[in-house]
């Protein structure tokens, strides 16, 4: 499996755009990039997948460049109830969908 | 929407006694996880399977944890005997299967063994 490295936290404030980047260099060709939300007290919850270029929903934008080495999730115009952890995972369905999570990045959104 | 529910969603306990969380997937996900976080170590995969089959539990004690799907509607997960430091937070994930497709958490059971 792929090893993430995601920067350990960041701080934002309301209305700004928040951007965090997960390097994934040894991704292999089937892999696929997730992202996943966690608030306090809560399960981590599915935000976007992507596998190259750009993905977007009602929640994030995922950017994969064309080396796929790396991905940004990017959150538009965060809120106060944005703040929570965000973990970048990075896996194989032909690996037996093995879901394992790293630091995550915690974003702390300021008023 | 459709929810992983896990129960007990608190448990308090004394060292030695037997602990059973149980958790109900999503009905038709064929693949359930069990995490488990705490503070220092994150989340930790402690076990996972496929149309109830184990895969890989690989990450728990196998002294004391066990982990099992009685039914597609059911899944375990026990310690026997409980310590201390099994005081976490233990998750239940659901998906459909494919990794990209994500999947669902459940709220979870926090453990306390005294």
């Known amino acids: 499996l792929a090893k993430t490295t995601q920067p350990i936290s960041m701080d934002s404030y309301e209305g700004q755009e928040v951007n965090i980047t997960c390097s994934h260099n040894?991704?292999?060709?089937?892999?696929?990039i997730t992202w996943y939300q966690q608030f306090p007290s809560q399960g981590p919850r599915f935000i976007i997948q992507?596998?190259?270029t750009k993905v977007t929903n009602e929640v994030a934008s995922l950017f994969i460049p064309a080396d796929r080495k790396s991905s940004t999730l990017s959150l538009p115009r965060v809120s106060l109830s944005d703040t929570a952890v965000y973990y970048c995972?990075?896996?194989?369905?032909?690996?037996?969908?093995?879901?394992?999570f790293g630091g995550g990045t915690r974003v702390l959104v300021k008023p | 929407d459709a929810r992983v529910t896990q129960t007990p969603r608190h448990k308090v306990t004394e060292m030695g006694q037997e602990v059973t969380m149980r958790c109900q997937p999503i009905?038709?996900?064929?693949?359930v996880f069990w995490y488990r976080q705490t503070m220092m170590q994150g989340l930790e995969l402690l076990a996972y399977?496929?149309?109830?089959?184990?895969?890989?539990d690989s990450g728990m004690p196998k002294d004391r944890f066990s982990a099992e799907m009685p039914d597609a509607t059911l899944a375990t997960l026990k310690i026997q005997p409980s310590e201390p430091r099994d005081s976490a937070v233990y998750f239940c994930a659901s998906g459909p299967g494919p990794f990209f497709y994500g999947y669902t958490f459940g709220s979870g059971t926090r453990l306390t063994v005294v």
């Open positions: 009905l038709g996900h064929n693949t």
């Open positions: 040894n991704i292999a060709t089937n892999d696929y």
């Open positions: 995972l990075v896996g194989d369905t032909a690996a037996g969908n093995k879901l394992t």
């Open positions: 399977f496929r149309n109830r089959a184990p895969l890989d």
């Open positions: 992507g596998y190259k």
